[in-house]
Structure formats: structure tokens, C-alpha cells
């Protein structure tokens, strides 16, 4: 899915930035200590639980996505088996892999793709399933070109790049420095930031020309709303604006790995250990109070009531839920209001790839394509039949269809020429924005979301919790964002019905 985690909840509760020149979008807007990780603490909720006399919750996890079936796992792992429901017919959400889509043998992902090497949750996932990774850092990577830039019909370098950057680094760098280190909703720079759309920011600081349109294209296909309706902030906190090892445009994020043969792998390997039954078909209507707990009720007429509630499902589908819980106001406009992007990719299979040998892995940005990559880098060896995806937002990603393929092939052809002839005519696509269980890729928020709704993502209300993505504190839009969010939803519940206990707290480092 996204390949960065951009600006998220302002207002959460973490530590901002360890540096302000090279501000991490990570790190930005961390203000107090993490949430205790399971894996540290398991043993102690073990035996906590075991000298308990609570009555067990009843526990209901909604979707079946990474996020929801994550809450499950460590909810099992201290003996709570939860309920959960999914309204389609299969797990894992937003993580999809498909084999053969482009070529024989060569795995192809739909939704959720990279995982960096900070993705502590996902990297934890793969080896206690003990998955097989693909580096796309490896040996054979060193001597290509990780990003290329092909803007206005022409290749434009790295150090060009960085030539022309220098004259608006300090004003950004100035901006970025203005930002407090303890983030609120009423400082005034903020909302004077978050206020301007990255098109606004950009045009301010004096910035046209072919470097303005590898900005505002990067982050349109990047976030997959217009660069005019976003947040300045999410450029701000996701550009490194020190380009002592290179042009950073989306910071620090390596995008390292892939499970070999399929991130799906995650979600199944998960549902191979859980004794809950997943509920498919069964599409959440109506949450409302129900005495001390809530009662759930579904399309297909089925009903139960609860103690607690983990919701996971992205606010764009949210929002179309009847909630007649009480929600604070910014709760409530926040699942109404959040932004999400309109991405969709196009797959095309080619017989050789062909952008190795002409001196790239295959990454590109364009004002054409928006973004391109070699989506079987690192299978095979590297050699014979491969994939090349497309990843496309806004209105190029809301409106693509399978029709198009001729149009960008010939764009990319223009990018790493011979790639026409190098097709071998299998194509696919798939647009998030059209499957009606996701309305969007992921969240981005829009000018003035960031102050005006940030923080309530995550925000428990009663014993309603929420995981995914979008509730993120730092890996919003990554797969690693719906795995800790799951882990923290259910960390939260063990916590709160089992605080007579003696739990306590541990930091994890």
C-alpha cells in the first residue's frame, strides 16, 4: 500500500523529533511513553490471569483484516478467545497477494506491500512463523539506481535534484524548526501549517518549476489525494530536508523487505493459531449501548451483545455504521471527516526486465505514471519473467481502469525503452477505492485535518476500542501500522479487565 507512513494524529500522545533538520515522520508527534509490548509481558498476563476471578469479557474483534486478526492472536495468547466477524468471505484485509497475475511463478501484491526495517510487529510476525524475506537491499541491488525521477520527458539526477532543492531547504528547515516539541491543537504554527494545502506551501516559499511537479506529484500519488487539498504538514514531516546522503523525499523509510511468496502469508499464519471462529458474511450494521457492554447487529440479521468492542475497520466504512454510542464531538467528525487516498495499481507482466539492465531496480517517479516499481524485484533471482506496478492517486488513481493499459505502457516504454515490446500482455488492476469494504487505500489527512481531528483515531471511547492503519502513531498507510495498532487495541483491553491484577506497565525500547 503506502510507501511511507505520513503525518499522524499531531496530537497523539508520542515523542516528536530526535532531530529537527532531519525530522522523522515517525517520530514526530511522540509525546509520552510507548504501550507495553505483548511480547515482553505475555508471561506476566499469564499469570495474573491465572490468579484472577474476574469472569472472562466477551471480547468482539470487527474485521478480519491484519489489524483485526492481530487483536485476536495476543488476545488468545492470555486465554480471551474473541468473537470475531468479517463481511467478506476472506481474511487479511487490506494484505492480498496473487501468484501468476503477471507472470508464472511471480507473486504479485495488491494492498499492503513494504515493510520497512523498523516494522518491529510485522518483522515479529515473520519469524515466529519463521517466513522466508525478500531484501530488496541485497548484494545484487547495490550497483542500481534505487530511485529514478522522469519528469517533463526527461531523466532528471539525484544531484540536479539536490541543486535545486538547496534554495528552499533552509525555509522549510525553518519551518519544520518553528514546529513545538510538544504538539497542540492551538499552536498557532501548526494551524498555520496544517491550514496550508502542500500546492499553497510550495507556491509560498517560491518553489515552480519541474521541482515543484516532483513534490506535488510524489505526494499526490504518495497520500492519493491532490497535493492541493493536503495537509502542508505531510510534506514537512516526510521530507528529510538534509540531503547530506542523498535526496530523501519520503525520508527515512527503507522499504526493505517482502514475505516471499506473498504478504498474505501474515494474515493466514495468523488464523492458522487462533481457536476463534471467524465470522465471514457478516457485515457490522449498528453498534449500540447495551447495559454495561454493547449490542452488535449485522445486514444479515444476526445480533450479539458484548462487554468490548475492537473496531478496525477504516473510517471510510466506518462512517456508514449506525453508532448510537455516545462519541465525543472530534471522535465523531474524525470517523465522518478523516481523508483517504484514491490509489489503485496497475500490473503489467513482461517477459524481461529489461530496467535492470539499463541501470535501475525499476523504482520510478513520473509526472506520467505517478509511480512505478519492478513488483517481482528480488524473485527468480532477478531474471526471466517479472511484473512491473503502477501505483497511481487521485483522480489518475480513482478513474483507472483496465482500458489504460495501452496509455501507460506507452508512458512507461518512454521511462526504460523496449518495455513495449518486453510485455507479455497479461494485465490487471486493482482499485481500492471501488471495493466497498475499503473506499480508499488508506487514511490521509487533508488541510486542516491534522489539528482540526487529529488525535481521535486511536482514542477509546468507554470499551470501544480501535485499531488499523489509520490509527497509527508512527506507520500510518503500512501493514506494520494495522500489526501494532491490533497489538495496542489488545494490550488496552487486558489491561483495563485485568487492572486489579497488578499488571504494570514495561516500556518497550
Known amino acids: 500500500m503506502s510507501r511511507i507512513p505520513h503525518i499522524i494524529n499531531l496530537l497523539k500522545p508520542v515523542s516528536l523529533f530526535k532531530e529537527v533538520q532531519t525530522l522523522s515522520r515517525r517520530n514526530f508527534i511522540q509525546q509520552t511513553t510507548q504501550a507495553l509490548f505483548v511480547g515482553s509481558t505475555l508471561p506476566l498476563l499469564a499469570q495474573c490471569r491465572a490468579k ?3 469472569t472472562t469479557p466477551r471480547i468482539a474483534v470487527i474485521g478480519a483484516g491484519l489489524a483485526g486478526l492481530t487483536s485476536a492472536y495476543y488476545l488468545e495468547k492470555v ?14 484485509g487490506r494484505v492480498m497477494s496473487a501468484s501468476g497475475l503477471v507472470a508464472d511463478g511471480i507473486t504479485t501484491e495488491l494492498g499492503g506491500e513494504f515493510i520497512d526495517s523498523t516494522h518491529r510487529d510485522i518483522l515479529t510476525f515473520c519469524n515466529e512463523f519463521k517466513l522466508t524475506k525478500l531484501d530488496m537491499k541485497g548484494p545484487s541491488e547495490k550497483n542500481l539506481i534505487g530511485i529514478d525521477y522522469f519528469f517533463k520527458g526527461r531523466r532528471i539526477s539525484e544531484q540536479e535534484i539536490i541543486r535545486e532543492f538547496q534554495h528552499y531547504a533552509p525555509r522549510m528547515q525553518k519551518d519544520v524548526k518553528a514546529l513545538p516539541k510538544s504538539m497542540s491543537a492551538k499552536d498557532p504554527k501548526v494551524i498555520e501549517l496544517d491550514n496550508k494545502s502542500i500546492d499553497e506551501y510550495l507556491h509560498g516559499i517560491g518553489m515552480s518549476g519541474w521541482l515543484y511537479d516532483i513534490l506535488t506529484t510524489s505526494f499526490t500519488s504518495e497520500l492519493g489525494i491532490p497535493s492541493g487539498e493536503q495537509s502542508s504538514l505531510n510534506l514537512l514531516v516526510s521530507l528529510n530536508t538534509d540531503t547530506s546522503k542523498g535526496f530523501e523525499i519520503y525520508g527515512d523509510s527503507d522499504e526493505r523487505f517482502k514475505v516471499s511468496g506473498g504478504n498474505q502469508k501474515i494474515p493466514s499464519e495468523i488464523r492458522k493459531r487462533l481457536k476463534s471462529d471467524i465470522k465471514t458474511g457478516h457485515h457490522i450494521k449498528r453498534i449500540s449501548p447495551n447495559g454495561d457492554g454493547y449490542k452488535l447487529s449485522f445486514e444479515n440479521g444476526q445480533e450479539s451483545s458484548v462487554d468490548a468492542v475492537i473496531i478496525t475497520l477504516p473510517f471510510s466504512v466506518l462512517r456508514d455504521v449506525e453508532i448510537t454510542v455516545d462519541l465525543p464531538d472530534r471522535k465523531r467528525r474524525c470517523i465522518k471527516q478523516l481523508g483517504y487516498g484514491m490509489q489503485s495499481k496497475l500490473f503489467i507482466g513482461v517477459n524481461d526486465r529489461l ?3 539499463q541501470g535501475y ?3 520510478v517517479l513520473s509526472d506520467q505514471i505517478h509511480n512505478g516499481w519492478d513488483s517481482s524485484q528480488m524473485q527468480h533471482n532477478n531474471t526471466g519473467p517479472g511484473g512491473y506496478s503502477l501505483f497511481l492517486g487521485a483522480d489518475k488513481g480513482e478513474n483507472l481502469e483496465i482500458g489504460q493499459y495501452d496509455k501507460y505502457l506507452e508512458e512507461c516504454n518512454k521511462v526504460f525503452p523496449g518495455m513495449k515490446q518486453a ?16 473506499r480508499g487505500a488508506y ?3 487533508k488541510v486542516g485535518q491534522a489539528s482540526g481531528i487529529g488525535q481521535a483515531e486511536a482514542q477509546p471511547v468507554g470499551n470501544l476500542f480501535f485499531a488499523g492503519e489509520h490509527c497509527s502513531e508512527n506507520f500510518q498507510g503500512f501493514m506494520n501500522g494495522a500489526a501494532e495498532t491490533g497489538r495496542k487495541a489488545a494490550e488496552e483491553i487486558i489491561k483495563k479487565f485485568a487492572l486489579h491484577t497488578g499488571i504494570q506497565q514495561v516500556t518497550k525500547n
Open 355 to 357: 530496467w535492470r539492465g
Open 423 to 438: 510485455a507479455n500482455g497479461r494485465k490487471n488492476l486493482y482499485n481500492w477505492n471501488q471495493n466497498p469494504l475499503t
Open 443 to 445: 487514511a490521509c489527512y
Open 52 to 54: 484472577s476471578s474476574q
Open 361 to 363: 531496480t525499476g523504482y
Open 79 to 92: 486465554g480471551v478467545i474473541p468473537e470475531i466477524y468479517e463481511a467478506s468471505d476472506r481474511v487479511g
